[in-house]
């Protein structure tokens, strides 16, 4: 891990140790190695210990040092404890060991040495009046403060950076943060290894770093940092460390993760020369594919870092509901001076991932957050031509007015058809088309008054609004019908429509039936389009691999044909899309699917149709009155006051809401 001279060897510890402890400042040889303003997250010597950290024979040790320096009370000896300085719990605690009030850490000793029966059954009754600690609250170095460190030990380009918290094999929290990056040219590999803030020279993971082709002679940089209560070592020098199955398992997790591009390219670099050395080009690239991802890793901490307060900045501290927009653009300028002028290109980078992601990942703190989205889609209901755009806060509404009671007082704008609010009494099946457009083909053909059919669809990938309101419809026992392209985008929106995701999870088991484009209907058409895939990895696994795609292996070879030896990257298939077909052919495909899947119109129950029936009866009674209301109106115009316009300007002064012709109703 250090080699050369003396004074490069001191050099390389020093920066080591600053690279593990960015808060202290270290001088060497004149040299100043300032400590940076970072807040750092770090399990400090004065913090309470836990007794969930110790074997008996560590807390008989523990007790016998304060023995040493002076006896003392054992419920002083038990308070040291996190969760264990409470009067009430540490006399459970005594009670619970049979250990009387007022014995002393010297009354435990049998012989020369405290009895390990007592500590045993002290052990037992702390950690069961004391809860574990976290792993997290371990702490980390974090990405920011490394990244400091590494650009003292020469980085090129950017680095990647990964940390996990979990419990060992000895149930020991423990904290586990690697980063890499390409190094100094000639350097050769430069691996940091710390445990608890601390730089060893030997390294237990020399089998891992093997395995992921990171040689000696690599221009690397590696740090790899374990925070954990306690260690165990092999050697009295404290040189080799003994780590476990668990925690072998969590680093190489975390290698893995950061050296994923690198092992790629060293791997092609095996196919032309057997010393497994990156090209100059290749150790560039990676230098500039660690830059962009690196980039790409800032921003999103630091929206992570600014998101609650954008989100209080765009909804008025959670009163008002806050547009993802709004929240975007209360987080850029936060972002903005964070990272020096460092922020996302594409706005939807925001809408639809980073703030998803956070409020993925903090489903507690989030849980009050009123964010809505834009619509990306809109349903129409049958006969009462209802539309609905498929916005966050119009979906809600929308559902909302389901519930409702019916109205039974009529106004002067009279409505042929019974007044309904939502699919109850008014439609049982649902289209989705995975694109807009259709609308007006669909209208003119009859088909949504003929089979009392709803139509909504969406702009892409369904959106949460879209597949809340496929929730709650399938909670009132609609059925969705699924028309999309015969193209692996077209799968996986008709999946995302009813499946559970990070982003959504259903409480209703939705009822739908995907009525293509799919195989059969392509044998029909008998036309399809070439399609690229340009990645390196065959485009069919998650559809083979994930629960919920029901593509068949022969539509999945129909879709992804191969990867042709020409090819230095991508797939190729084929694919069909709803467009292929002629308005008319659309008209008849789609008739033929509702046919064949049993669509049929809403009949309702007697004691509604009974109520429709008086609606109607009492809509023409109006009709007939206000018929003759207007004629007599017509025969003798009433005579307005001749103070109208004074009345109208007083009455908008007491109502400034109020439009003009408002006031003018009786």
């Given at each position: 891990?250090y080699?050369?001279?003396?004074?490069?060897?001191?050099?390389?510890?020093?920066?080591?140790?600053?690279a593990?402890?960015?808060?202290?400042?270290?001088?060497?040889?004149?040299?100043?190695?300032?400590?940076r303003?970072?807040?750092?997250?770090?399990?400090?010597?004065?913090?309470?210990?836990?007794?969930?950290?110790?074997?008996?024979?560590?807390?008989?040790?523990?007790?016998?040092?304060?023995?040493?320096?002076?006896?003392?009370?054992?419920?002083?000896?038990?308070?040291?404890?996190?969760?264990l300085?409470?009067?009430?719990?540490r006399?459970?605690?005594?009670?619970?060991?049979?250990?009387?009030?007022?014995?002393?850490l010297?009354?435990?000793?049998?012989?020369?040495?405290?009895?390990?029966?007592?500590?045993?059954?002290?052990?037992?009754?702390?950690?069961?009046?004391?809860?574990?600690?976290?792993?997290?609250?371990?702490?980390?170095?974090?990405?920011?403060?490394?990244?400091?460190?590494?650009?003292?030990f020469?980085?090129?380009?950017?680095?990647?950076y990964?940390h996990?918290?979990?419990?060992?094999?000895?149930?020991l929290?423990?904290?586990?943060?690697?980063?890499?990056?390409?190094?100094?040219?000639?350097a050769?590999?430069?691996?940091?290894?710390?445990?608890?803030?601390?730089?060893?020279?030997?390294?237990?993971?020399?089998?891992?770093?093997?395995?992921?082709?990171?040689?000696?002679?690599?221009?690397?940089?590696?740090?790899?940092?374990?925070?954990?209560?306690?260690?165990?070592?092999?050697?009295?020098?404290?040189?080799?460390?003994?780590?476990?199955?668990?925690?072998?398992?969590?680093?190489?997790?975390?290698?893995?993760?950061?050296?994923?591009?690198?092992?790629?390219?060293?791997?092609?670099?095996?196919?032309?020369?057997?010393?497994?050395?990156?090209?100059?080009?290749?150790?560039?690239?990676?230098?500039?594919?660690?830059?962009?991802?690196?980039?790409?890793?800032?921003?999103?901490?630091?929206?992570?870092?600014?998101?609650?307060?954008?989100?209080?900045?765009?909804?008025?501290?959670g009163?008002?509901?806050a547009?993802?927009?709004?929240?975007?653009y209360?987080?850029?300028?936060?972002?903005?001076?964070?990272?020096?002028?460092?922020?996302?290109e594409?706005?939807?980078?925001?809408?639809?991932?980073?703030?998803?992601?956070?409020?993925?990942?903090?489903?507690?703190?989030?849980?009050?957050?009123?964010?809505?989205?834009?619509?990306?889609?809109?349903l129409?209901?049958?006969?009462?031509r209802?539309?609905?755009?498929?916005?966050?806060?119009?979906?809600?509404?929308?559902?909302?007015?389901?519930?409702?009671?019916?109205?039974?007082?009529?106004?002067?704008?009279?409505?042929?058809?019974?007044p309904?609010?939502?699919?109850?009494?008014?439609?049982?099946?649902?289209?989705?088309?995975?694109?807009?457009?259709?609308?007006?083909?669909?209208?003119?053909?009859?088909?949504?008054?003929?089979?009392?059919?709803?139509?909504?669809?969406s702009?892409?990938?369904?959106?949460?609004?879209?597949?809340?309101?496929?929730d709650?419809?399938?909670?009132?026992?609609?059925?969705?019908?699924?028309?999309?392209?015969?193209?692996?985008?077209g799968l996986?929106?008709?999946?995302?429509?009813?499946?559970?995701?990070?982003?959504?999870?259903?409480?209703?088991?939705?009822?739908v039936?995907?009525?293509?484009?799919?195989?059969?209907?392509v044998?029909?058409?008998?036309?399809?389009?070439?399609?690229?895939?340009?990645?390196?990895?065959?485009?069919?696994?998650?559809?083979?691999?994930?629960?919920?795609?029901?593509?068949?292996?022969?539509?999945?070879?129909?879709?992804?044909?191969?990867?042709?030896?020409?090819?230095?990257?991508?797939?190729?298939?084929?694919?069909v899309?709803?467009?292929?077909m002629?308005?008319?052919?659309?008209?008849?495909?789609?008739?033929?699917?509702l046919?064949?899947?049993?669509?049929?119109?809403?009949?309702p129950?007697?004691?509604?149709?009974?109520?429709?029936?008086?609606?109607?009866?009492?809509?023409?009674?109006?009709?007939?009155?206000?018929?003759?209301?207007?004629?007599?109106?017509?025969?003798?115009?009433?005579?307005?006051?001749?103070?109208l316009?004074?009345?109208?300007?007083?009455?908008?002064?007491?109502?400034?809401?109020?439009?003009?012709?408002?006031?003018?109703?009786p």
């Open positions: 891990m080699r050369g001279p003396l004074r490069e060897v001191l050099g390389e510890l020093v920066r080591s140790f600053r593990l402890n960015p808060h202290a400042t270290f001088i060497l040889n004149g040299a100043t190695f300032a400590a303003p970072v807040a750092i997250s770090k399990w400090f010597p004065d913090q309470a210990t836990s007794a969930h950290w110790y074997r008996p024979e560590d807390l008989r040790a523990l007790a016998a040092a304060y023995l040493n320096e002076g006896d003392r009370f054992v419920r002083d000896f038990i308070g040291e404890f996190a969760g300085a409470r009067t009430q719990v006399a459970a605690v005594m009670q619970e060991a049979h250990i009387p009030d007022r014995t002393r010297s009354d435990l000793r049998d012989g020369g040495d405290i009895d390990m029966v007592k500590v045993k059954r002290l052990q037992t009754a702390m950690q069961k009046h004391s809860k574990p600690i976290q792993p997290k609250r371990l702490g980390v170095i974090g990405r920011d403060a490394i990244e400091d460190a590494f650009n003292l020469g980085c090129r380009g950017g680095f990647k990964h996990v918290a979990a419990h060992c094999d000895d149930g929290p423990c904290v586990v943060e690697v980063a890499f990056g390409m190094g100094r040219k000639g050769g590999r430069n691996l940091v290894m710390g445990l608890n803030w601390t730089p060893v020279f030997t390294s237990p993971f020399d089998e891992i770093l093997g395995q992921l082709l990171m040689h000696r002679d690599d221009d690397v940089l590696a740090l790899i940092h374990i925070a954990k209560p306690r260690f165990v070592f092999t050697d009295h020098g404290k040189g080799q460390l003994e780590a476990g199955n668990d925690l072998n398992d969590l680093v190489e997790h975390c290698l893995k993760r950061v050296t994923r591009d690198f092992v790629k390219e060293k791997r092609k670099a095996a196919a032309r020369n057997k010393f497994l050395r990156l090209s100059e080009d290749q150790e560039e690239r990676l230098a500039a594919k660690d830059a962009r991802k690196y980039r790409q890793a800032i921003i999103k901490f630091a929206a992570y870092e600014v998101m609650p307060q954008a989100y209080a900045l765009a909804s008025d501290n009163m008002l509901p547009n993802a927009r709004q929240i975007m209360a987080a850029r300028p936060l972002v903005l001076d964070m990272t020096g002028g460092k922020c996302w594409n706005s939807a980078y925001f809408t639809q991932t980073l703030l998803p992601e956070y409020q993925e990942d903090h489903p507690e703190e989030t849980a009050k957050w009123n964010v809505v989205y834009d619509a990306r889609g809109h129409v209901e049958p006969h009462v209802h539309q609905v755009a498929l916005g966050t806060l119009e979906v809600r509404s929308y559902i909302r007015g389901w519930n409702r009671a019916t109205p039974t007082v009529l106004g002067l704008d009279i409505d042929e058809t019974y309904t609010k939502g699919p109850v009494n008014r439609y049982k099946w649902a289209l989705f088309i995975e694109k807009e457009g259709f609308d007006p083909l669909i209208a003119r053909s009859g088909l949504t008054a003929k089979y009392d059919l709803a139509v909504f669809s702009k892409g990938m369904s959106t949460t609004a879209t597949r809340l309101l496929v709650e419809l399938a909670g009132k026992g609609v059925t969705v019908l699924i028309a999309h392209d015969f193209d692996l985008a996986t929106i008709a999946h995302t429509l009813y499946c559970d995701s990070p982003r959504y999870t259903f409480k209703n088991r939705p009822t039936i995907d009525i293509g484009l799919r195989m059969a209907d044998k029909k058409m008998k036309q399809s389009e070439p399609v690229k895939y340009d990645q390196d990895k065959d485009p069919r696994g998650k559809f083979r691999e994930r629960d919920g795609y029901d593509a068949t292996e022969a539509e999945l070879n129909f879709l992804v044909e191969g990867k042709p030896v020409s090819y230095r990257k991508g797939w190729v298939g084929q694919r899309e709803l467009n292929a002629t308005s008319a052919q659309f008209v008849a495909w789609l008739e033929r699917k046919k064949e899947h049993g669509v049929t119109k809403v009949i129950d007697k004691a509604t149709l009974i109520d429709a029936w008086r609606h109607a009866q009492l809509i023409a009674q109006v009709k007939q009155a206000v018929q003759e209301l207007k004629a007599e109106a017509a025969a003798n115009p009433l005579k307005p006051p001749a103070n316009n004074r009345r109208v300007r007083d009455e908008l002064c007491k109502n400034p809401e109020k439009s003009w012709d408002e006031v003018l109703v």
